[in-house]
């Protein structure tokens, strides 16, 4: 009896209600994708190198070193000197150790330069690379030196500009501004395009060492003459250059894969004493949580508007209750009047507002899954956070749940003056 009255007298008031409803919806869908975004934002950037057990570039700031490694955010740092790969690859319990370039682009995505065997030990969500199309770019060599001017596109990339497998590709100098050089003399081949992975590699271009080296031979000194000498001076260079002449003396990073984790601080130990260049040993996962330590305040803050938001609209449901309720004293006493006790009126009153809240609850988390479903590439691609739908954490339902018991505790105002109303309050005429 009392869901159905109350059902019905809601749907008397159905366009006051909806707009109520409406703000409970959105305090709730702000919520949510704070507690979401946060931690699929926090998966998507710790899993971002899961392969990678070691990071080693010049000593200085790690967060910073990381996300200009990783995430291409904020200035590059000083380079490691190449010769420290052959020494990594061949230290006490090291599985694998691949080079890292960066410092070009292809209009906003970045180049990385590395070798064929980085296709092997990349890990994303601790998921191995997948071509979509095609292969990876062919270890350059004197017998294979087309491989020089291969490269493979992120999926993000690939599909933002349509590239197609043998698409010849012009790579741009520096950061990629107006004003930045083009490298029109040495064009690249796509010979592959990776699946998407929900990582910083969807958003990259990468081709070998040795073609990012190519790019800039005779970069050093500029003769005298046109652009067009300076491309065919830079192609007689390259045509009597070995390719084993195509090395850097400089490099970004090192990534670096151990044998036995177990040992990993000994490993870093290891680097961090025993080389002749101050270097520092980056593990990942322990830097992206101290970053996140140091962002735990604008989270927090976000947060607490998303809550406050949230109290706001609840306590408008209170409001437009309280300000209804003089329009229904007369319902009030007829229901009094057909013998509804005072304890149930006032059931009725917290079960309505109860009702509104839920309802916005209900319709504010499916509108939130709907609206992150619709934004998922769109995340993935631009933000690299790959999001997952009805993944809905534990700390979400929790205050969904106290967003409820919110409700139900408001609701007891407006309730408790229904309740104190006696029958010839509804029946008398109002007082002057």
Same mark, same amino acid.
């Given at each position: 009896?009392?869901?159905?009255?109350?059902?019905?007298?809601?749907?008397?008031?159905?366009?006051?209600?909806?707009?109520?409803?409406?703000?409970?919806?959105?305090?709730?869908?702000?919520?949510?994708?704070?507690?979401?975004?946060?931690?699929?934002?926090?998966?998507?950037?710790?899993?971002?190198?899961?392969?990678?057990?070691?990071?080693?570039?010049?000593?200085?700031?790690?967060?910073?070193?990381?996300?200009?490694?990783?995430?291409?955010?904020?200035?590059?740092?000083?380079?490691?000197?190449?010769?420290?790969?052959?020494?990594?690859?061949?230290?006490?319990?090291?599985?694998?150790?691949?080079?890292?370039?960066?410092?070009?682009?292809?209009?906003?995505?970045?180049?990385?330069?590395?070798?064929?065997?980085?296709?092997?030990?990349?890990?994303?969500?601790?998921?191995?690379?997948?071509?979509?199309?095609?292969?990876?770019?062919?270890?350059?060599?004197?017998?294979?030196?087309?491989?020089?001017?291969?490269?493979?596109?992120?999926?993000?990339?690939?599909?933002?500009?349509?590239? /197609?497998?043998?698409? /010849?590709?012009?790579?741009?100098?520096?950061?990629?501004?107006?004003?930045?050089?083009?490298?029109? /003399?040495?064009?690249?081949?796509?010979?592959?395009?990776?699946?998407?992975?929900?990582?910083?590699?969807?958003?990259?271009?990468?081709?070998?060492?040795?073609?990012?080296?190519?790019?800039?031979?005779?970069?050093?000194?500029?003769?005298?003459?046109?652009?067009?000498?300076?491309?065919?001076?830079?192609?007689?260079?390259?045509?009597?250059?070995?390719?084993?002449?195509?090395?850097?003396?400089?490099?970004?990073?090192?990534?670096?894969?151990?044998?036995?984790?177990?040992?990993?601080?000994?490993?870093?130990?290891?680097?961090?004493?025993?080389?002749?260049?101050?270097?520092?040993?980056?593990?990942?996962?322990?830097?992206?949580?101290?970053?996140?330590?140091?962002?735990?305040?604008?989270?927090?803050?976000?947060?607490?508007?998303?809550?406050?938001?949230?109290?706001?609209?609840?306590?408008?449901?209170?409001?437009?209750?309280?300000?209804?309720?003089?329009?229904?004293?007369?319902?009030?006493?007829?229901?009094?009047?057909?013998?509804?006790?005072?304890?149930?009126?006032?059931?009725?009153?917290?079960?309505?507002?109860?009702?509104?809240?839920?309802?916005?609850?209900?319709?504010?988390?499916?509108?939130?899954?709907?609206?992150?479903?619709?934004?998922?590439?769109?995340?993935?691609?631009?933000?690299?956070?790959?999001?997952?739908?009805?993944?809905?954490?534990?700390?979400?339902?929790?205050?969904?749940?106290?967003?409820?018991?919110?409700?139900?505790?408001?609701?007891?105002?407006?309730?408790?003056?229904?309740?104190?109303?006696?029958?010839?309050?509804?029946?008398?005429?109002? /007082?002057?």
């Amino acid at each position: 009896m009392i869901w159905g009255l109350a059902i019905k007298s809601a749907w008397s008031r159905r366009l006051g209600l909806s707009f109520v409803v409406l703000s409970v919806a959105v305090s709730a869908m702000l919520v949510l994708s704070v507690f979401q975004l946060r931690q699929d934002a926090r998966q998507s950037f710790s899993q971002a190198v899961s392969g990678v057990d070691l990071m080693v570039g010049p000593r200085g700031s790690a967060s910073e070193f990381l996300l200009y490694t990783v995430f291409q955010l904020g200035r590059p740092s000083r380079n490691v000197q190449a010769s420290h790969l052959e020494t990594l690859e061949n230290m006490p319990g090291v599985a694998w150790a691949v080079p890292l370039q960066l410092g070009d682009r292809y209009r906003e995505a970045p180049v990385w330069g590395t070798s064929s065997a980085f296709f092997d030990v990349f890990r994303v969500q601790q998921q191995p690379l997948v071509f979509a199309r095609g292969r990876a770019f062919a270890q350059p060599s004197a017998d294979n030196r087309s491989a020089v001017f291969e490269l493979v596109l992120g999926a993000s990339v690939a599909s933002r500009y349509r590239h /197609q497998l043998g698409d /010849q590709i012009v790579l741009t100098h520096g950061d990629g501004g107006e004003l930045a050089a083009r490298h029109e /003399q040495t064009p690249f081949k796509v010979v592959g395009v990776l699946a998407p992975t929900g990582g910083s590699i969807d958003r990259a271009v990468l081709v070998s060492v040795q073609g990012f080296e190519a790019m800039h031979v005779g970069w050093g000194v500029m003769p005298l003459g046109s652009g067009s000498r300076m491309a065919s001076v830079q192609k007689d260079l390259l045509a009597d250059m070995p390719v084993d002449a195509l090395k850097s003396n400089s490099l970004t990073a090192i990534l670096v894969g151990l044998q036995d984790r177990s040992r990993i601080f000994q490993v870093r130990r290891q680097i961090e004493n025993t080389t002749t260049e101050p270097l520092m040993a980056v593990l990942p996962g322990v830097t992206l949580d101290e970053l996140w330590q140091v962002l735990s305040v604008a989270e927090n803050t976000l947060l607490l508007v998303g809550l406050v938001v949230s109290l706001a609209s609840l306590m408008s449901v209170a409001a437009l209750m309280l300000a209804g309720l003089s329009a229904r004293r007369r319902e009030f006493a007829i229901l009094r009047a057909v013998g509804l006790s005072p304890g149930a009126m006032m059931r009725l009153v917290m079960l309505e507002t109860a009702a509104v809240a839920l309802v916005g609850l209900l319709l504010g988390l499916l509108a939130q899954q709907l609206g992150l479903m619709l934004a998922a590439d769109w995340l993935r691609q631009a933000m690299g956070v790959a999001v997952r739908v009805w993944s809905i954490p534990t700390d979400a339902w929790l205050a969904l749940g106290a967003m409820l018991l919110t409700a139900v505790v408001i609701a007891g105002i407006p309730a408790w003056r229904a309740y104190r109303w006696s029958l010839s309050d509804g029946l008398s005429a109002p /007082q002057a």
